[in-house]
């Protein structure tokens, strides 16, 4: 059972949720993309960023198709494989392929080329993309693979993203920490932000059932604040959510 929520705080509620099905859309012959936020030429003024949280698109990528050579400024991004792999290649002079089970950071800063195509001409590929806006502009540029171990995120927050690298996780230019976890259907995970703090909770796949009684399915994204307690627990076995302390 699920412990009800503090009563000296709000109850998250539905309009705090960005349904999967309401999200952007852009679809090409190599290209199908979901926008949990405006980018590119979907724009929607009630959903461009939340707090230093600027993109998170879901991203499913034809074999032998990708983004081809292109450049970023003053962004930090994310790429976390799903399924298949990627072949990252940039003006630094990385050259990684990398899927599952690890996650590419890179901080653009003064300015970065990269291409991100998809590894196999034979296996479609889906990762999520995250952008974060840095904390200072001008750095200089990086790019790092790190792994994260999936046993590491069974029933626990394990954090992937953090500015100080905390638990071998990708360091970032930004006060952010960003969480991975597989929630047990029989067990509770709970999360409460520091004061005037930001979250957002992404569902990966799956389904989580977010206190009071509110039902998250795979795409699905819910905003909330410090004034709020986060208490989940898997409503499928294949759950998986990532949490953006912002």
């Not at 399924?83 to 899927?99: A, C, K, P, Y």
């Not at 927050?157 to 597989?182: H, L, M, Y």
């Not at 932000?193 to 994204?221: F, I, K, M, N, T």
Request: charged letters at 25%; glycine letters at 10%; proline letters at 4%.
């Amino acid at each position: 059972m699920q412990k009800a929520a503090p009563s000296t705080q709000r109850i998250l509620a539905e309009q705090q949720v960005r349904r999967a099905h309401l999200r952007g859309a852009m679809e090409n012959e190599w290209l199908q993309a979901r926008f949990s936020f405006s980018f590119a030429d979907y724009q929607d003024p009630n959903h461009v960023h939340w707090g230093s949280l600027r993109a998170l698109n879901e991203d499913w990528v034809a074999p032998g198709g990708g983004f081809a050579r292109h450049g970023h400024r003053d962004i930090e991004t994310l790429t976390y494989p799903l399924q298949g792999r990627i072949h990252h290649t940039d003006s630094l002079g990385n050259d990684f392929e990398f899927g599952r089970g690890e996650i590419l950071r890179m901080s653009a800063g003064t300015g970065i080329e990269h291409s991100e195509m998809n590894a196999s001409r034979t296996e479609p590929e889906r990762h999520l993309q995250i952008w974060l806006y840095p904390r200072t502009r001008g750095v200089n540029p990086g790019c790092a693979l790190t792994r994260v171990d999936e046993e590491d995120t069974l029933g626990r927050w394990c954090p992937i993203a953090s500015p100080d690298g905390r638990e071998g996780s990708a360091t970032v230019q930004q006060n952010a920490v960003i969480f991975a976890s597989r929630p047990a259907i029989d067990g509770e995970l709970d999360y409460q932000l520091a004061q005037h703090r930001l979250g957002y909770l992404h569902v990966v796949s799956g389904e989580v059932q977010v206190d009071p009684g509110l039902l998250l399915r795979a795409g699905d994204g819910l905003r909330f604040t410090h004034r709020e307690h986060l208490a989940l627990i898997a409503a499928s076995a294949d759950a998986e959510v990532l949490l953006f302390d912002l």
